[in-house]
């Protein structure tokens, strides 16, 4: 079974940076497909980002095109997202979630099967 553990929230004012991770264990990141994920209170969840096994291809929400990237690291069993330009709007808990897939896709926001605890980002203006 696979675990995910989210690291790296905590409160940024808005225009900063931030970068999450995500890491790995059980299974070797490789076999899945990674996704970042958020909620905001009184909202729905709704997928951020999403990259293929490879790696090599990425989706994004319109609301975070530009600002934020995904990206991973197989060797190290990491996944990471990095932040920039934040604004209030982004205040969410953020999860990572992982699933199979073939080498090159990414999965549709419902096809996630596991998940971790979350990790609580808050922009401040």
């Known amino acids: 079974q696979v675990q995910l553990v989210e690291s790296g929230g905590g409160l940024v004012q808005a225009g900063g940076s931030m970068r999450l991770s995500c890491a790995v264990s059980?299974?070797?990141?490789?076999?899945?497909?990674m996704g970042w994920f958020r909620q905001a209170p009184g909202k729905e969840r709704e997928r951020v980002c999403a990259i293929s096994r490879s790696g090599g291809t990425t989706e994004y929400a319109d609301s975070v095109k530009g600002r934020f990237t995904i990206s991973r690291d197989n060797a190290k069993n990491t996944m990471f997202l990095q932040m920039n330009t934040l604004k209030d709007e982004d205040t969410a808990v953020y999860y990572c979630?992982?699933?199979?897939?073939?080498?090159?896709?990414?999965?549709?926001?419902?096809?996630?099967?596991?998940w971790g605890l979350g990790t609580q980002v808050t922009v401040s203006s």
């Open positions: 979630a992982a699933t199979d897939a073939p080498w090159w896709s990414v999965p549709g926001p419902g096809d996630f099967k596991y």
């Open positions: 059980g299974r070797s990141l490789a076999n899945y497909a």
